[in-house]
C-alpha cells in the first residue's frame, strides 16, 4: 500500500501595511490579505515589482539583440538565405514546446520565405527518433537543396550532427533552451538563454519563446516585408510556454500574459473567422475558451503531446496551429482529440499495471522505483512515472522492454512533465539490437536531482538525457538489474537519515465562507500561474462533504471508460451555503465521512458557469468526533474487524500477525468485488455477528483476501464465449452457470448480456433445472464486433474490469469509512 501523505502548510510572512495596499488597489472586489501574502512569499516585495508582475504594460521586455553576437550572426544569415532566396528548413521537436516552436517559425519566417517553396520543417517521429538533429534527416533536408537548418527547442548539444550537416553544405543556426555544450559548436549561430545568467529577464525562456526572439529581430532588421504583424504569434508563444512547464518570470510572463489574451480574443470570434481555426476547435472539444493557463495546461497542451506519444508523427500539428482552412483543421482537430482519448486509456492501463507492481516492492526499502514491462507503450511512461512518483514521494523510472525501432528514449513534457535541460549522451560501443535495449522515462519529486542520479550511472546505458526533473533513458535489458541497485545506493548514501515521503503543501489556510468570485478574482492577480508561482493550493480544515456522486467519463464514442470523477458540496462552521467541487480520478465513496481536512484549488468552470474547488488531498479530521458516540448503539471499532490481505496469500500468517484472533472463523473474501454493493454484503454480514458477540475477542473479522486481477482482453473474452457456446450446441452437453462463470472469468450480470449478443448470432438457450442448453441455428452472422450486442457486452465487460482493477488497490481507509457509515446507519446510494 502506498504511504501516508505528509501534509504542510508554507510558513507565511505578514507582508506591511502599504504592500497591503497596493496589493488592494489592483483588487477591488476584495481584501487583497491572501494575495499579498502569497505575492510577498514569492518575493515580490516593492511597488516596481508588484506593478510589472500584475500589469504586463508596466513590464519592459527585453529586446531579442540580448542575445549578442549570436543573435547578430543569426540573422545575418538569414538575411543572406533571403537575398539569394535559399532553401531553408525548420528542425522542431515532438512535444507542445516543440511544435508551438516549429509553428512560430513556420509562420514568422513564411513571412519573409514562401512556405513549402523555399521553407520547410521537419519534425521528428517520438516512437522511431529521439530528441534533436539526426543524420538521416539531415539527408533528406540535403537532396531536398536546402542551404540552412533553423532548430527550435533542440539542437545545442548536437555537435556531430552539425558537423555532419556543414560537410554537406548546410549551415545550422540552433534556438534552443536546454544543456549548453562545453564548447560552441561549429554553427552559424546559436540562441540560448542558458548563456544568461539566473538572474537574467531570458534566462527561462522556453523553445517557443526562443523562436519568437529570433523572429521579432528579423522583424526589427527587415521591417517593411512582413504582411501580419508580430503579435498574431503570442497566443502560440503563450501555449508553447505553459505547456512545458517553465518557470513564469522575466519575458516569460510578459509573452504568457500578451499571448492569453491573444487566445481568448481569438476564440471569441465566430469560428469562419477565427486566425486559428485549429486552436479554436481544441478549445471547444476540451470545452475551454483560452482566457485561463489551465485551459492550456489541462487542455491544449495534452491534447498536442497526445499526438506524437500515440502516432509517433505529430507533423500534422502544425498545420493544425497555423493553417486558416477551417474544414481542413477540424478534421485535423479530431484526429488530435482521438489521439488524446487513446492516450487516457493507455496512460490508466499503464497506471493500473504499475500499481500492481508496486504491490511486489517493500517502498521502506526503496528510495528509486524502477520497474520494467514488455507491453508499456513508451509515449506515456513519463505521464505514469510523474503521477508514481507525487504518490510515493520517490523518484520513479519506468522501462518499456517492447520491440523497438530506432528511438531510444523519450522525455516528454505535457501536463506532468518539466521543462528544462536535455543532454543526450551515447555510449562509445557499437549500437546494440534495439530488440534488446529497454527505454523509458524517469520523473523526480521532494527535490532530488534525478538527471545527476542517471549520469551517475551512465557506465550501464546506452544513450540518456534529461533535467534535475525528468530524464529520459536507454539501456540493455541485461543491465536493469544493476542499474536499479546501483541508482537505489547512490540515492540512500546521499539521503542520509532524510525519509522520503509523499508530501502536499497548502498555502493559505481559508474557510468554506471564504471561497468564491471575490477570492478567485485576487487570486487571479498571479495569474498566469506556472513553475515558480503556482496555483494557490488552499487548507481547509474541519468541513464535511454533501450530495457527493461520481460518474465514469466514457472516450468520444461512449465505448471504454477512461476515468471517473466525484463532484460534492463543501460545507464547514464559518457559514450556512455550501460550496461545490471537484474530485479527479476518485470515487465518492473515497470521500471521508463526517468531519475532514482537504487541500484544494479554487477554480472557474467555464463550461458550468460557476466557481467551484478542485481536491487535492482529503483526510479525516484531527478533532472529527466519528468514534467518540456512547451508549448502546455506539459504532464498533472497526481496525481489528477488518483485515487488509491483499498483498499476502498466507492468510493464517499473516492474520496473527495482524492481531487476527480466530482465524479459522474469520470471514475471508477472495473474490474481488464489482461494486460497493457487493463488498456491503460482507461488511454488513461481519458488523451484524460482531453486534451480537459478548466480547471484542468474540467478535467476527472481515478478510479481505482478494488478489489483483489478471484481466483477458474483452474481445478474446467474447471469442471464448462464441467457442464455448458453438461446442456446447455441436456436443449437445448441459453447462451450469457457475462453470461458464468460472471458465469465462465475468459476473452473472455480464454473462446476461453475453447471453444475449449470443442470441443475436443465431443461438438459443434454454434453462433444464440448474442447467443451460445451447443450440446454434446456423447464418449468415459471425461474431461481428461491430455487432451492437456484442458492443453492449463489450462495454459491460471493460466497466467490470475497471471496477475490479479500482477494488483491487482501494485504501482500506475507504472500506472501513463505507463500513462505518452502515455501522452508524448511515445510507449510502451508488450512483
Known amino acids: 500500500m502506498l504511504e501516508q501523505q505528509q501534509w504542510t502548510i508554507a510558513a507565511t510572512e505578514q507582508p506591511p501595511e502599504w504592500f497591503i495596499q497596493a496589493v488592494r488597489q489592483h483588487t477591488p472586489a476584495s481584501s487583497g490579505i491572501y494575495a499579498a501574502q502569497l505575492l510577498w512569499k514569492r518575493g515580490i516585495k516593492d511597488n516596481q515589482q508588484l506593478t510589472a508582475f500584475i500589469n504586463y504594460k508596466a513590464y519592459q521586455p527585453a529586446s531579442p539583440f540580448e542575445f549578442g553576437q549570436e543573435m547578430h550572426l543569426a540573422i545575418a544569415r538569414l538575411q543572406q538565405a533571403y537575398n539569394a532566396k535559399e532553401k531553408i528548413a525548420i528542425w522542431g521537436d515532438f512535444d507542445a514546446d516543440g511544435i508551438t516552436a516549429t509553428s512560430v517559425l513556420w509562420d514568422g519566417l513564411g513571412q519573409f520565405f514562401t512556405q513549402n517553396t523555399q521553407l520547410f520543417y521537419y519534425i521528428p517521429n517520438r516512437l522511431k527518433e529521439s530528441h534533436g538533429l539526426n543524420n538521416q534527416g539531415i539527408d533528406n533536408l540535403a537532396n531536398q537543396g536546402c542551404k540552412s537548418i533553423v532548430t527550435c527547442d533542440t539542437g545545442s548539444t548536437n555537435i556531430e550532427e552539425i558537423i555532419y550537416a556543414k560537410q554537406l553544405g548546410i549551415d545550422v543556426i540552433v534556438t534552443d533552451h536546454h544543456t549548453l555544450p562545453t564548447e ?91 486566425r486559428r481555426p485549429g486552436v479554436g476547435r481544441l478549445l471547444e472539444l476540451c470545452q475551454k475558451n483560452g482566457d485561463r493557463p489551465t485551459d492550456i495546461s489541462f487542455g491544449l497542451g495534452p491534447r498536442i503531446n497526445a499526438v506524437s506519444r500515440i502516432q509517433g508523427d505529430a507533423s500534422f500539428c502544425v498545420e493544425l496551429l497555423t493553417s486558416r482552412d477551417a474544414k481542413r483543421c477540424h478534421e485535423l482537430a479530431e484526429v488530435t482529440e482521438l489521439a488524446n482519448t487513446r492516450r487516457k486509456s493507455l496512460q490508466k492501463d499503464v497506471q493500473a499495471q504499475v500499481a500492481q507492481k508496486l504491490t511486489q516492492l517493500d517502498l521502506s526499502t526503496t528510495s528509486v522505483i524502477v520497474l520494467e514491462d514488455a507491453q508499456w507503450p513508451a509515449g506515456v511512461l513519463g505521464l505514469v512515472a510523474g503521477q508514481i512518483a507525487q504518490e510515493t514521494g520517490r523518484p520513479t523510472i519506468l522501462l518499456s522492454t517492447e520491440g523497438l525501432g530506432t528511438g531510444d528514449w523519450e522525455l516528454g513534457t505535457g501536463n506532468q512533465g518539466q521543462g528544462g535541460i536535455i543532454e543526450e549522451i551515447s555510449s562509445q560501443s557499437p549500437i546494440p539490437n534495439p530488440q534488446s535495449l529497454a527505454r523509458g522515462s524517469a520523473r523526480s519529486v521532494n527535490s532530488v536531482d534525478l538527471y545527476q542520479l ?23 535489458v541485461e543491465n536493469i538489474p544493476l542499474f536499479t541497485a546501483a541508482i537505489n545506493q547512490q540515492l540512500r548514501q546521499s539521503l542520509g537519515s532524510t525519509t522520503l515521503t509523499p508530501t502536499v503543501q497548502a498555502d493559505l489556510t481559508v474557510t468554506v465562507a471564504d471561497l468564491g468570485k471575490e477570492l478567485f478574482l485576487e487570486f487571479k492577480v498571479l495569474e498566469p500561474c506556472g513553475m515558480g508561482n503556482p496555483v494557490p493550493k488552499l487548507l481547509i480544515q474541519n468541513c464535511r462533504f454533501e450530495n457527493a456522486w461520481h460518474r465514469n467519463q466514457q472516450d ?29 480520478g476518485h470515487y465518492k465513496d473515497e470521500l471521508p465521512i463526517g468531519r ?100 471484542l475477542d468474540n467478535q467476527q473479522q472481515l478478510a479481505i483476501a482478494w488478489s489483483k486481477p489478471k484481466h483477458q ?46 442470441k443475436s448470432l443465431g443461438f438459443t438457450v434454454k434453462r433444464q433445472d440448474n442447467d443451460l442448453q445451447f443450440a446454434w441455428h446456423s447464418s449468415d452472422r459471425t461474431e461481428n464486433l461491430a455487432d451492437a450486442a456484442v458492443t453492449k457486452f463489450l462495454a459491460a465487460i471493460r466497466e467490470e474490469q475497471f471496477q475490479q482493477q479500482y477494488f483491487a488497490d482501494v485504501p482500506l481507509s475507504t472500506i472501513m469509512a463505507i463500513a462505518l457509515s452502515d455501522n452508524q446507519g448511515i445510507s449510502i446510494k451508488n450512483c
Open 556 to 584: 468520444w464514442q461512449g465505448k471504454k471508460v477512461q476515468y471517473i470523477k466525484t463532484e460534492f458540496d463543501i460545507r464547514d462552521d464559518s457559514g450556512k451555503s455550501a460550496f461545490p467541487g471537484l474530485w479527479w
Open 454 to 476: 542517471v549520469k551517475d550511472q551512465a557506465h550501464l546505458l546506452h544513450r540518456f538525457g534529461g533535467h534535475p526533473f525528468a530524464a529520459g533513458l536507454s539501456l540493455l
Open 596 to 695: 475532514c481536512d482537504c487541500i484544494a484549488e479554487l477554480d472557474y468552470n467555464t463550461f458550468k458557469k460557476r466557481y467551484e474547488i478542485r481536491l487535492i488531498a482529503v483526510r479525516p479530521s484531527v478533532d472529527s468526533a466519528l468514534n467518540t458516540r456512547n451508549g448502546l448503539n455506539a459504532p464498533l471499532p472497526l481496525t481489528p474487524l477488518i483485515l487488509d490481505l491483499r498483498r499476502n496469500q498466507k492468510y493464517s500468517e499473516q492474520a496473527t500477525q495482524d492481531g487476527l484472533n480466530a482465524p479459522l472463523t474469520a470471514l475471508i473474501l477472495e473474490d474481488c468485488p464489482t461494486s460497493w454493493d457487493n463488498l456491503r454484503l460482507w461488511l454488513r454480514r461481519c458488523l451484524m455477528t460482531s453486534r451480537s458477540a459478548s466480547t
Open 713 to 758: 482482453p474483452p474481445n478474446q473474452i467474447w471469442l471464448t464465449l462464441v467457442g464455448i457456446a458453438k461446442y456446447l450446441s455441436r456436443t449437445s452437453q448441459p453447462v451450469t452457470r457457475i462453470q461458464l462463470l468460472d471458465k469465462i472469468g465475468i459476473s452473472d450480470q455480464t454473462l446476461l448480456v453475453g447471453i444475449k449478443a449470443l
Open 184 to 274: 560552441r559548436p561549429p554553427v552559424a549561430a546559436i540562441i540560448n538563454p542558458r548563456y544568461f545568467s539566473r538572474e537574467h529577464q531570458l534566462f527561462n525562456l522556453s523553445g517557443v519563446a526562443v523562436a519568437y526572439k529570433l523572429v521579432e529581430a528579423l522583424y526589427q532588421t527587415l521591417p517593411n516585408v512582413a504582411k501580419y504583424p508580430l503579435e498574431d504569434l503570442l497566443d502560440l508563444v503563450a501555449v508553447g510556454l505553459i505547456a512545458d512547464l517553465v518557470q513564469l518570470s522575466g519575458d516569460c510572463r510578459y509573452l504568457a500574459q500578451l499571448g492569453i489574451q491573444r487566445l481568448q480574443a481569438d476564440f471569441q470570434q465566430p469560428p469562419a473567422v477565427r
